[in-house]
């Protein structure tokens, strides 16, 4: 039965961590401390992050490179991240976890 509980426990912050950085409809509330961002190389989805997330090295690189491909004029109306979604959702979880 101790054995359950811990598998539990693995598996009920995977699921908030998931709903936390998965795509979130357009109008969807941003909580205080996070921000929505659209990442995609092509097609670009929406999540919403935490703040802090945006000193991390890797999405200060991701930020550089939005800088020199969007300067201020992100066409999606808010911040771009030109990554691979997968890569996003990565680090997404790895920095939640840490």
């Not at 509980?5 to 009920?12: G, K, N, V, Y």
């Not at 092509?42 to 000193?55: A, D, H, N, P």
Request: charged content about 20%.
């Amino acid at each position: 039965m101790e054995l359950m509980a811990i598998r539990f426990q693995r598996i009920i912050p995977a699921k908030q961590i998931l709903k936390r950085i998965l795509p979130s409809p357009e109008s969807a509330y941003v909580p205080k401390g996070h921000v929505p961002v659209y990442v995609g190389e092509t097609q670009k989805k929406r999540f919403v992050i935490l703040i802090s997330y945006l000193k991390h090295p890797s999405f200060q690189n991701w930020l550089s490179k939005a800088e020199e491909e969007f300067g201020f004029d992100h066409p999606q109306g808010g911040l771009t991240i030109p990554c691979r979604e997968e890569s996003f959702i990565d680090l997404a979880c790895s920095l939640n976890c840490s």
